[in-house]
């Protein structure tokens, strides 16, 4: 069977997006990648990184299909969505 998706789960800041996206460039790895962010607020993820500027470091990686939140209260999830 082959790996048709890999998914980053509970993100926790840019510098971990980066270097999954640096990871991803340096092995070549060819499949849908899928980020998840874990938000503190409904701007930003728990490290306090704006989640505009995660999601843009992960979005510029060819082979993403899907940026979600996970891991936040529930009353930030729609603010995160259109903050993003």
Do not use: P
Not at 21 to 32: A, C, F, Q, Y
Not at 63 to 79: E, L, M, Q
């Amino acid at each position: 069977m082959a790996l048709i998706l890999l998914i980053f789960e509970i993100i926790s800041n840019i510098i971990e997006a980066q270097a999954y996206v640096e990871l991803l460039k340096e092995t070549n790895i060819r499949v849908r990648v899928w980020f998840s962010y874990n938000g503190k607020d409904e701007y930003d993820v728990v490290s306090g990184d704006s989640s505009v500027d995660c999601a843009s470091v992960t979005n510029a990686f060819e082979n993403v299909i899907a940026i979600g939140i996970n891991s936040t209260f529930s009353r930030d999830i729609h603010g995160l969505i259109l903050y993003i």
